[in-house]
Nanobody
């Protein structure tokens, strides 16, 4: 199973950016998917997560500004970032809990990380 993240880059404060992460390989089903971030000198933290049924949860710091969604047919999770702030600058990692085959146990997989820089 591989997760390929894309969409990072430089964005101005108050702008918008959309991150995508596609899962590929041996996939029977995907449970929860999510986005984490890690800023320099800080621990990795959860930004947003979405269950297979669509329920979501967000870090307090991004509520009302970021939206997580998923396309189950494409095994892809998205993070729409509206109104980003300089403190949102970090490397963003996608995560997926994947069952590779019918009778296998699910495991967590990680994307390679994509840099998001919020600056004018």
């Amino acid at each position: 199973v591989q997760l390929q993240a894309s969409g990072g880059g430089l964005v101005q404060p108050g702008g918008s950016l959309r991150l995508s992460c596609a899962a590929s390989g041996s996939i029977f089903n995907i449970n929860h998917m999510g986005w984490y971030r890690q800023a320099p000198g800080k621990q990795r933290e959860l930004v947003a997560a979405i269950a297979s049924g669509g329920s979501t949860n967000y870090a307090d710091s991004v509520k009302g500004r970021f939206t997580i969604s998923r396309d189950n047919a494409k095994n892809t999770v998205y993070l729409q970032m509206n109104g980003p702030k300089p403190e949102d600058t970090a490397v963003y990692y996608c995560n997926a809990n994947v069952r590779p085959r019918l009778h296998s146990s699910p495991s967590d997989y990680w994307g390679q990380g994509t840099q998001v820089t919020v600056s004018s």
